[in-house]
């Protein structure tokens, strides 16, 4: 792989689109859902989490997207269980910051590996798909969020 | 008269394209992307401009640029020449019967909602249905739900078999008494399919309906003539016939323009103007109101030139030669399957991989220099039909090569490596 393709399918990537981490997945008792959508390229993801005393306790996501934006939320998964809404929204912002070259210091640990994606404007949309989703969802809105 | 001139011209033309010499003419092409040549086969959703149609708009607007159809001055006078003889080209292409029949527009798109809103909200009454298929563009869909959402008509969809092919069977019984117009693509843009719109044209006429045709996909591939397939409306893009953005066509009959009211209201397609009244001018340019795209139309009827000069024959055999190649290799990769594979083909090859998304294709063919479109290619209802999100789509266009082919299924290869 050249080093040009490496440095956007990170192993990491990669990893999580072969094996994505709570995927197909609606924790018991669920009690935020939003789901996202992409007219653009079709992505559409759903986003189920449980929410206990300001915290999310468990969370999966449902449906289909290219690599970039399933291992996105797939490492969304991984990361917010056990954070609190306020913890999950500052990883949002990052998430976001790392993506469009805003600022900020950007998430650490494995999110870095979506640092690649900055260099392809046109695959920002499917990275940040489930942390959109996922902020809608934590605002409790009911129906379909789209990137346009 | 100008069939026997034409087929004199097309004789006089060679029958194999010099393809390296075609070539030379798209500065475009002459580039690297990512640090690889360009390899370009997104054709089906513009195709690159050969210098003379850059030096055609070049040209206008150095020395000859000026409003048309309302100056008495020698600029205007040439602009409107220029114009003028811009839609005569388009009526030769086409084999229109007269110039009066040819509508400039801003594409396809406003072609076909300017049938809709004109001929349609006109002429349709609750009740009557509207045809179209399951493989039409976006823009051949949304105008006549519209339309059905104005004035109470139905909308019918013919189905698609699994090839690609639409449902012959299907369409005899959906016409009937009610269909009052049907819509298909000429070619369609996700699938290739070319539609076997003279028959499907005939047997609407038969139930009393009339036919709009969405040539979008088709004129810069085969030759059209809009008398033998005896449609009543015809559309398409320059953009996508190696001619400029912002400038297409409507042809319609000129018996059905003649009734037809205005599109839009405004200059240039009026003949009287009171506050009590106000009359129009007869079509064409009672459906071109305001200042056109003066530029576009010029650069379109030299577009029009450069692919007469190659001829029709030579460069649906090129284009099809490309096809075989690029069908028989792809086919050979293992997970990956085609999207439309009906006999009759245009260039364009829909495909989906195995294990990665079409997104992902597209991105690392890109790193290799190949362009090609990947999504929904505005067909959402095509991809619902054959269960897929999205297909990656290579279509190939008269300056494409068989190297170029090769690049094609050597990124493929590259892309289910990523992904093995
Ligand atoms: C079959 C078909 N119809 C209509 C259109 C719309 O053309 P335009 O966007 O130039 O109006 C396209 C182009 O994408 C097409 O492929």
Known sequence: ?148 | MTTAAGRMHSAARADVLDVERVRADFPALHQTVHGQPLVYLDNAATTQKPRQVIEALDRYYRSDNANVHRGVHALSERATAAYEAAREKVREFLNAQSAQEIVFVRGTTEAINLVAQSWGRTNLRPDDEVVITETEHHSNIVPWQMLCGQTGAQLRVVPVEDNGVLSAERYAQILGRRTRLVAVAHCSNALGTINPVKRMISQAHEVGALVMVDGAQAVAHLSVDVRDLDCDFYAFSGHKLYGPTGIGVLYAKRALLQEMPPYQGGGEMVKHVSFDRTSYLDPPLRFEAGTPDIAGAIGLGAAIDYVDALGSEAIGRHERELLMQATAAISRIPGLRIIGTAPEKTGILSFVLDGVHAHDVGTILDMQGVAVRVGHHCAMPVMQRYGVPATARASFALYNTREEVDALVAGIYRAKEVFG
């Open chain 1, 1 to 148: 792989m050249t080093a040009d393709l490496r440095s956007l399918y990170e192993e990491v990537i990669l990893d999580h689109n072969r094996n994505p981490r709570n995927f197909q997945y609606a924790p018991p008792g669920a009690n935020h859902v939003a789901h996202g959508y992409n007219p653009l390229c079709g992505d559409e993801f759903t986003v189920s989490l449980r929410l206990e005393n300001g915290v999310v306790t468990d969370i999966g996501f449902e449906g289909a997207g290219c690599a970039i934006s399933t291992a996105s939320a797939s490492l969304m998964t991984e990361i917010v269980k056990g954070k609190t809404v306020e913890e999950a929204r500052a990883l949002f912002e990052s998430v976001h910051g790392l993506l469009t070259s805003e600022g900020g210091a950007g998430p650490t640990g494995k999110l870095q590996a979506l640092a690649g994606v900055r260099e392809y404007p046109a695959r920002v949309k499917c990275a940040t798909l489930a942390w959109h989703t996922l902020q809608a969802a934590l605002r409790k809105e009911q129906g379909t969020i789209s990137t346009e």
